[in-house]
């Protein structure tokens, strides 16, 4: 694991679907393969819509209700209090979306955060595997034709 992928893997232990591994190939060239998996924001997406889908079922299922009292000639205490409840779905409708909004942009915002740790971890792997040093920057000095090096 990169670091990135060992540090996300540590602080988010029990939290998600779990961290992403960068695996490579042994000599022997076996190496277990990942299985299809849905990725992370259309996962979101799903719950969100089915939150809605949800909570727009059970304001549906109060009209019904209301209508089938209505129907039936239900008195007026009955009738009050099944359109309080319907009343009161509908009014957390927006505030119930707009919390399925936030709550689906912050999980974009970790996934394109994952993403460029994972972008991040092949770069720093493929420099490895290059031979190249990522982290040391080579300065020619005064006779290998360049100038003098600062201190």
């Not at 299922?61 to 409840?85: C, I, N, P, Q, S």
């Not at 119930?96 to 912050?106: D, H, I, P, V």
């Amino acid at each position: 694991m990169s670091m990135a992928q060992w540090g996300a893997f540590v602080s988010s232990f029990g939290d998600g679907p779990g961290v992403p591994a960068t695996l490579f190939r042994d000599q022997s060239g076996m190496v277990a393969q990942p299985s299809d998996v849905e990725s992370r924001l259309a996962e979101s997406a799903r719950e969100v819509r089915g939150a809605g889908d949800k909570a727009l079922g059970a304001i549906k299922d109060d009209y019904a209700e209301v209508r089938a009292a209505f129907e039936r000639g239900a008195g007026k205490r009955e009738m009050r209090d099944l359109l309080h409840t319907l009343g009161c779905r509908i009014d957390n409708g927006p505030a119930n979306m707009e919390f399925a909004a936030k709550s689906l942009t912050g999980h974009v915002e970790s996934v394109v955060t994952k993403a460029r740790a994972d972008v991040e971890a092949m770069a720093v792997a493929a420099s490895d595997r290059a031979g190249l040093l990522a982290s040391t920057t080579l300065m020619l000095g005064e006779g290998e034709g360049g100038a003098s090096c600062p201190a």
